[in-house]
C-alpha cells in the first residue's frame, strides 16, 4: 500500500468556512496532485506541483489554493465553502522512477451544508 | 481531443463468473495504459501497466490485453470475488508532457453477488 495520507477522511462543514485538506507522503517523490472526483465520473486534475515552492493548476477550474512548502506535504485550502464544492477530493504522487504511476490517497469526501 | 471511454458503466455479475471491462481511447502520442481498481472510499490502486508494445499483461487474475493500433483494452476478470466488487478504471498516459500527463475513464463500477 502506498505511502500518502489524507485528513480528514470525511469532512461536513457549512457554508463560508474555511478548510485545508491535508497530503503528506513518505516515499519522497518530487509530483504531487490534487484531483476532484464526483460519483460515477472521471478523475479531474485541479492542481498539481513539480517539486517544493512549484505549484501550478490543473485542468479543472477550481477555487481552491495549495502551497508546496515541503516536499512531503501539499495542502489543498478553501478560504470559504460552499455548497458546490461538495466533492470526493483525492491527493497523489509520483516521480520519475515510477513509470508516470500515480499513488493515490484514500481521499477526503467533503460535504458543504 | 484527448479521452478515455470505458463500457459498460456498470455491472453485475455472480461469484466466481469472469467478466471483461473494456476501454478505448484517443489520447496521443500514446505512453502507457493502466488499469486501477478503487474500491468505494478509496483512493484507485494500479492494477497492470501496458506500453506500446506490450499485448497482455497479468495480474493474478486480473489479465489486461492492449490494441494499439485499434487504441482499445480491456480487462479480464478470472473466478470474481466479492472482494472485487469496486471501480475499475482505465488510466492513458501521454508522452508529450513532462507532468506524465493521465486521462481518466469514468470507469466500470462492479458489483459480485454471492
Known amino acids: 500500500e502506498a505511502d500518502i495520507y489524507q485528513t480528514p477522511r470525511y469532512l461536513v462543514i457549512g457554508t463560508g468556512k474555511k478548510i485545508t485538506l491535508e497530503c503528506s507522503q513518505t516515499?519522497?517523490?518530487?509530483?504531487m496532485y490534487w484531483y476532484q472526483q464526483d460519483p460515477g465520473m472521471e478523475l479531474h486534475l485541479i492542481h498539481y506541483?513539480?517539486?517544493?515552492?512549484?505549484?501550478e493548476k490543473g485542468d479543472l477550474s477550481s477555487e481552491s489554493t495549495v502551497s508546496r512548502i515541503r516536499t512531503e506535504h501539499f495542502p489543498l485550502t478553501l478560504e470559504s465553502a460552499r455548497p458546490s464544492h461538495t466533492s470526493q477530493y483525492l491527493c497523489a504522487s509520483s516521480d520519475e522512477g515510477t513509470a508516470n504511476e500515480q499513488f493515490f490517497g484514500p481521499g477526503t469526501r467533503l460535504t458543504v451544508l | 481531443k484527448n479521452q478515455v471511454e470505458q463500457s459498460p458503466q456498470s455491472l453485475i455479475i455472480l461469484e466466481g463468473k469472469n467478466c471483461t471491462l473494456q476501454?478505448?481511447?484517443?489520447?496521443?502520442?500514446?505512453?502507457?495504459l493502466r488499469w486501477y481498481k478503487q474500491d468505494t472510499g478509496r483512493g484507485p490502486v494500479s492494477l497492470t501497466i501496458?506500453?506500446?508494445?506490450?499485448n497482455t499483461k497479468s495480474n493474478g487474475r486480473y489479465t489486461a490485453t492492449l490494441d494499439a493500433d485499434t487504441k482499445q483494452s480491456s480487462l479480464h476478470i478470472t473466478a470474481s470475488q466479492l472482494s472485487d466488487s469496486a471501480s475499475y478504471i482505465c488510466?492513458?498516459?501521454?508522452?508529450?508532457?513532462?507532468?506524465?500527463?493521465?486521462?481518466f475513464g469514468r470507469g466500470t463500477q462492479l458489483t459480485v453477488w454471492p
Open positions: 488510466v492513458v498516459s501521454d508522452r508529450g508532457s513532462t507532468l506524465g500527463r493521465l486521462y
Open positions: 506541483s513539480y517539486g517544493v515552492n512549484s505549484t
Open positions: 516515499m519522497g517523490h518530487d509530483k
Open positions: 476501454c478505448n481511447y484517443t489520447v496521443s502520442p500514446f505512453s502507457n
Open positions: 501496458m506500453t506500446f508494445s506490450e
